[in-house]
C-alpha cells in the first residue's frame, strides 16, 4: 500500500533558496528545512542568509549559507561549486519599478528585465542541468499575480512574471521526460521587503488588502506550504503549472460586493 504519511518528507533532499535572506526565500528555506531537506541559503545579502540559516540549524536543521548573484552567470557557477547536487530549487529574488512606461528609462527596463527574466533563466538553467543528468528534481520560479492582470506602473515588471510563466512551461515540457518538474508560484499581495513602499501609504495598503478575498495581505510564511508541496512527491504529477496563492485576489478581481436581491 502507498505511504501516504511520507508525500511531503522532504529527508535526505538538497534544496537551493536563492534569496533566502528575507520575505519569501527565507520562508521557503524555513519551511523546506521542517520537512526534512538540507537547504543551501543563497542570497546577495549574505548576512540575511546565515539570519535564515541560523534559525534551521536552531530547530535541529540542516543549513548552509552561500553568495549568489542570479544577474551573474560566473556567481551562479562558483555558488553551485560548493553545493553538490541539488534535488530541489527555489528562485524568488525579483525587482520592480512603478513607473508608467512612458516614464521608463532603458536602464530602468534592462534592469527590471535583466534580474526578473535573465536572471530566473541563468539559475534554472544552470541547475536544470545537472538535475537532467542524474533524472530527477524539482523546480519552483516565483511569478506573481501580474502575470494575469495588471494596473498603471506594472507594465515591465508584469512582462517579466509573465515571461517567466512561458519560459518555465517550455522547460517543463523539455524536461518532463528526463525526471524534472518545473512549476512556479503566483502570490498575491505579501509583506515582503519588495513591497515595503506600499505599507508606508496607508490608503494604498489597505486598497491592496481589500482586493482580495480574504481582506488583507499575506505573510511569507503563508507561500511555504505552496513551495514544500511542490517540492515533495505530493506534486509527483505536477508539472508545467503556477499555483496562485493570493488570497482568491484573481477570482474576485477586486471588484465590490453588489447589492443583489435576497432569494
Partial sequence: MFDYRSLFDLTGRSALVVGAGSGIGQASALGLAAHGARVYCADINLAGAEETAAAIRTHDGEAETLFMDI????????????????????????????????????????????????????????????????????????????????????????????????????????????????????????????????????????????????????????MAGAVVYLASDASSYVTGTILFVDGGWLAIDGRFEPPLPSS
Fill in 71 to 222: 544577474t551573474d552567470p560566473e556567481s551562479i557557477a562558483q555558488g553551485l561549486e560548493g553545493i553538490g547536487a541539488v534535488d530541489i530549487l527555489v528562485s524568488t529574488p525579483s525587482i520592480n519599478v512603478r513607473k508608467p512606461l512612458l516614464d521608463y528609462t532603458p536602464e530602468e527596463f534592462d534592469r527590471v528585465i535583466h534580474l526578473n527574466l535573465k536572471g530566473a533563466f541563468q539559475v534554472v538553467q544552470a541547475v536544470a542541468r545537472g538535475m537532467a543528468e542524474r533524472g530527477r528534481g524539482s523546480i519552483i520560479v516565483f511569478s506573481s499575480i501580474r502575470s494575469q492582470v495588471v494596473e498603471p506602473g506594472q507594465g515591465v515588471y508584469a512582462a517579466t512574471k509573465a515571461g517567466v510563466v512561458q519560459m518555465m512551461r517550455a522547460l517543463a515540457a523539455e524536461l518532463a521526460p528526463k525526471g524534472v518538474r518545473v512549476n512556479l508560484i503566483g502570490p498575491g499581495v505579501v509583506e515582503t521587503p519588495l513591497t515595503e513602499q506600499i505599507k508606508q501609504h496607508p490608503e494604498w495598503y489597505d486598497a491592496y488588502a481589500q482586493r482580495n478575498a480574504f481582506g488583507r495581505w499575506a505573510q511569507p510564511h503563508e
